[in-house]
């Protein structure tokens, strides 16, 4: 009588992203990974272009690490092609629009078979600010719509991130899944101490990198029309527009009232202790940073942009909604958000359970790992 076959080992679960440098997506794939190592007897792995970033030292030890190592995403097919074909996933999770296109293409070379998920987590703006961005907007959104069409799943972390796909024609409702992200104030992150600590005094806060999209010249201009002239107003992130939003801030008279912190990895000290949170954006994805608000019980107030701040906040019940771009009805808002909250925050940290990792978890280990749709 022959031997029993020997059981056959999983095949490892993969997401890929460029690095884990600070921002959204990064923070997302670590929590991700971290969850799902407890979770599944699949192999976990992380692929990134190359080593470090900050949330680099907040991965399980459990957690395959895969450094592919070209610098740029643009050469990293072949190589991320090679990892498909020697390492044979089960199922990979791309994320941020450019990779999916790249993760796609590397696919088709590996020819391996294995489910294919991109995560989209951005409604894809129609504003661009010059012809070039307009030329490379275009390009890219010609080259989801040839793309995606190979993608098994398409992840949407909102309604409107799904409608802005379906607008652009570059994927269809059938293929698309909604898991919004997994969200917790008090998850491991780096250590507070080597960053600036929250000021003493009552402070508003707001939380982003310092580009076009987060708004913050529109916050700046609010909080110059604030009566309460002892607040402080401080700003967590870096970004290209950092000494324009330093120059405003002087045009305005506001040095010494306005802070800017640089990238702070830990943000819950920040927020557990900031009077406000203010999410001034022009548009999003889901706001990690306004769950984490939710979750740490603090008055918020947001505008009405198209991504995630009306879903997030309930239509407007667990914080203040204004226009996208009107700083006078910005300014009205946290001055009513600071004498009167809009909700307790026993409600909001129970309206963010949803958002709760392990429950996000299992929505992505079902669809990675269940049965495909007909």
Known sequence: MSDPPESVAPRPLSFFIPGLNG?????????????????TNHPIHLVTLRKGGAFEGLVDERVVRVVLGPRR?????????????????????????????????????ARVPLRKV???????????????????SYALRFLMRLMY???????????DVERSLIGHRIATVERMR???NPVTVDEARPDSSKSTAPPREAFILAIGRLSYQKGFDILIRAFAELADQDIKLVILGDGP??????????SLHLTGRVLFQGFVPNTSAYLKTASLFVL??????FSNVLAEALAAGTPIVSSDCPGSPREVLANGRLG???????????????????????????????????????????????????????
């Not at 527009?241 to 405003?248: F, G, I, R, T």
């Not at 001055?335 to 978890?361: C, F, M, N, W």
Request: aromatic letters at 6%.
């Open 241 to 250: 527009l950092e000494n324009d939003l330093k120059k405003l801030v002087r």
């Open 178 to 180: 909604q898991i919004p």
């Open 320 to 374: 203040r909604l204004v226009p996208v771009d009107d700083p006078r009805a910005l300014g009205e808002a946290i001055a009513a958000e600071l004498d009167s909250a809009s909700a307790t925050s026993e409600a909001k940290r129970q309206h963010v359970a949803q958002y709760a990792p392990e429950r996000i978890g299992a929505e992505y280990l079902l669809l990675l790992t269940g049965p495909r749709d007909p």
């Open 23 to 39: 921002g959204g997506a990064q923070r997302v794939f670590v929590t991700l990974v971290n969850t799902l190592v407890n979770m």
């Open 280 to 285: 001034p954006s022009r548009w999003e994805g």
């Open 73 to 109: 995403a643009l050469l990293s097919v072949l190589p991320l092609a090679r990892y498909i074909r020697t390492q044979r996933p089960a199922a990979m999770v791309s994320t941020l629009d450019y990779c999916n296109v790249i993760f796609l293409v590397a696919t088709l070379f």
């Open 118 to 136: 991109v995560r989209e987590a951005n409604v894809i703006p129609d504003n661009a600010s010059s012809q070039r961005q307009r030329i490379e």
């Open 149 to 159: 069409r190979w993608a098994d799943d398409v992840i949407v972390i909102t309604k």
